[in-house]
């Protein structure tokens, strides 16, 4: 069967002996880690696959399959809470057009496309601080000003200096990042001298979404049980509910305040928007849309990468192997 058995839905169909050979084979092609078989379950739907370590970093293997992409109607409808809500943000905003046409300003249009298998991080990853002993002679004496401030302040968990320097306290532990400049170019050299990429837009999408039909992985909405970033109640002590891994094994599009880098000639991001809905007011279904598996990338354009807000997640990808 080749590499056809790295597609779903002949994927799913593996047996237990055939998976575990296919997962060892994948280990031994790409040089990383496998730790072990797992299922994911969310949202009704599941995956059976290998969990895998390299260079520090969780990977799964996500199968590939042929998807539909984009978005033009709601598959489920919206519950009504969600229609109030929204009916209020068009309301305040003086917004004329229907609850559709809004939502379809940030959506790709539906198509089809073949989503090739790879192994995913099942986290992204922050770019340009790196971490440094406190005592580190590269931290200026005017820094620790800083430093000190965080070490008597037993309510704060951080201090940064733009583009500097970050200290961050847990317990009675602080621990000090150093900012460098990041360039799309340097990202890209540094991912491919230890074996990796990133995943294209269309492929993000797929990671994120699964090719669900919905607005989003778990459905049109969001339900009322659900505990969701920056809009959680306070005494909530739940995780987050988009934060937890998805019926692949991957934390994504949980937070529209952090970008995800995709793999293109210019600075191009998924999964949000840098808070710009949650910091206009606009909620939290609004404020979630740009992290919606089927909101439309944002073209940033330039090299130059914002270390504060943009995100990476290695992939790599499986073209040359043989099962």
Known sequence: ?????????????????????????????TGVRLLRIERFERWGRS???????????????????????????????????????????????????????????????????????????????????????????????????????????????????????????KGDQIRAFLAHEVTLKELKELLSRQGFTMATADEWAWLCGGGCRTLFACGDYFTSDMCIKYFKEDGDDRPYTLEEPNFFGLSIGYDPYQYELVDAEERTVCGGDGGCNICGGLGPYMGYLPASPHARPQVKGGQQLNINFDFCRPVIRLDDLKL
């Open 1 to 29: 069967m080749g590499m056809s058995e790295l597609m779903l839905p002949e994927f799913d169909a593996l047996s237990d002996e055939r998976r575990q050979q296919i997962m060892e084979l994948i280990a031994q092609h």
């Open 47 to 169: 995956c059976t696959t290998g969990v895998f370590e390299a260079h520090g970093r969780e990977m799964v293997l996500v199968p590939g399959a042929e998807v539909t992409l984009g978005w033009d109607h709601f598959e489920q409808g919206l519950d009504e809470d969600t229609t109030e809500e929204l009916n209020c943000v068009m309301d305040e905003y003086e917004i004329d057009c229907s609850i559709p046409e809004l939502v379809a300003q940030g959506m790709t249009a539906v198509r089809s496309f073949t989503a090739p298998p790879l192994l995913v991080a099942r986290r992204y990853e922050p770019l340009g601080w790196e971490e440094v002993d406190v005592n580190d002679k590269r931290i200026l004496p005017k820094w620790r000003s800083s430093l000190r401030q965080l070490e008597k302040d037993h309510d704060r968990r951080s201090i940064e200096i733009h583009k500097t320097v970050r200290f961050e306290k």
